[in-house]
C-alpha cells in the first residue's frame, strides 16, 4: 500500500536552532499538505501546495517558518530560528487533484508525522 | 481558524459498546470527513459524507449529517480495544479548498 514518507520521524533541537523535514508524497498526488498539531489539538494546515505552487499558506509563520516543493514532488519545511512554542507533531498528507472538480471531495492520506522537541 | 468542534472530548467506554462522536461546524460545506489518530501517528481517513447524504455507512461505522443543524455524528458499533484512538471530524467549507480539522474526541476502549 502506498505511503507518504515523512523525516525525521523524532527531532530534538535547541531554541535558535534550524530545523528540517522532509515529505515524499504518494506517487501521483498533486496536492500536499502540511499540518501542525499541538498535543491535544487538532491538525492546523500551515502550507497547501498544488503540484509546485502554494496555493494556502495564510496560517504559515512566515517570519521563520518556509516551505517549498520545488519538482512538484517531495516538500521540504524549515523553521529559522526555532521556537519553544514550535515543539509540535508536523504531519505531512497528500490526495489527488479533486479540489477543481465539483465534487471538492478530497480524502487525504498522512504520513506518520515528525514529533518536534524545541528545549 | 477552528470551524468543527467535537462532542465529547473524552469518551471512555467498555469493549463491546458502542461509541458516539458529535461534531459541529459553522458555516456552510461541501463534505464532512471523519479520521482516526493512533497515539503518536498520522491520522487515518475513515469515512466521507457529502453535504447532499444524510447517513453512511462503512462496516462498524455509521455517520449522520445534519446540515440544517451543522452538526455530524459518528458511531462506532460493538467497539473493540483497537478502537482506542483519537477521532477527528473535518471539513470543506463552500468555496475553499482545503480541509479543517476539529479538537478532536479522545476515545478508550476498556477490556
Known amino acids: 500500500e502506498a505511503e507518504v514518507a515523512q523525516s525525521p520521524r523524532y527531532k530534538i533541537t535547541e531554541k535558535s536552532q534550524a530545523v528540517a523535514f522532509w515529505c515524499d508524497p504518494i506517487?501521483?498526488?498533486?496536492?500536499l499538505y502540511w499540518y501542525r498539531q499541538i498535543l491535544g489539538q487538532g491538525p492546523e494546515l500551515l502550507v497547501q501546495?498544488?503540484?509546485?505552487?502554494?496555493?494556502?499558506d495564510s496560517q504559515l509563520p512566515k517570519d521563520r517558518f518556509s516551505a517549498e516543493r520545488l519538482k512538484g514532488v517531495d516538500s521540504t519545511l524549515k523553521i529559522q530560528p526555532a521556537e519553544l512554542g514550535d515543539s509540535a507533531m508536523y504531519l505531512c498528507?497528500?490526495?489527488?487533484?479533486?479540489?477543481?472538480?465539483?465534487?471538492?471531495?478530497?480524502?487525504?492520506?498522512f504520513g506518520a508525522g515528525s514529533r518536534l522537541t524545541v528545549l | 481558524s477552528q470551524q468543527g468542534e467535537e462532542d465529547p472530548q473524552a469518551l471512555s467506554i467498555q469493549e463491546g459498546e458502542n461509541a458516539t462522536m458529535n461534531c459541529s461546524y459553522k458555516?456552510?460545506?461541501?463534505?464532512l470527513q471523519w479520521y482516526r489518530q493512533n497515539s503518536g501517528r498520522g491520522l487515518v481517513h475513515l469515512i466521507l459524507i457529502r453535504s447532499n447524504e444524510r447517513e453512511k455507512h462503512s462496516g462498524r461505522l455509521r455517520v449522520t449529517l445534519d446540515t440544517s443543524k451543522k452538526s455530524s455524528s459518528l458511531l462506532i458499533t460493538a467497539s473493540r480495544a483497537a478502537d482506542t484512538a483519537s477521532y477527528f471530524c473535518a471539513t470543506v467549507i463552500q468555496g475553499a479548498q482545503k480541509l479543517v480539522f476539529g479538537q478532536g474526541t479522545r476515545l478508550t476502549i476498556n477490556p
Open positions: 506517487s501521483g498526488h498533486a496536492t
Open positions: 458555516t456552510s460545506i461541501n463534505n
Open positions: 498528507a497528500s490526495s489527488l487533484d479533486l479540489w477543481t472538480r465539483a465534487s471538492g471531495a478530497n480524502v487525504l492520506t
Open positions: 501546495f498544488q503540484d509546485e505552487s502554494v496555493v494556502d
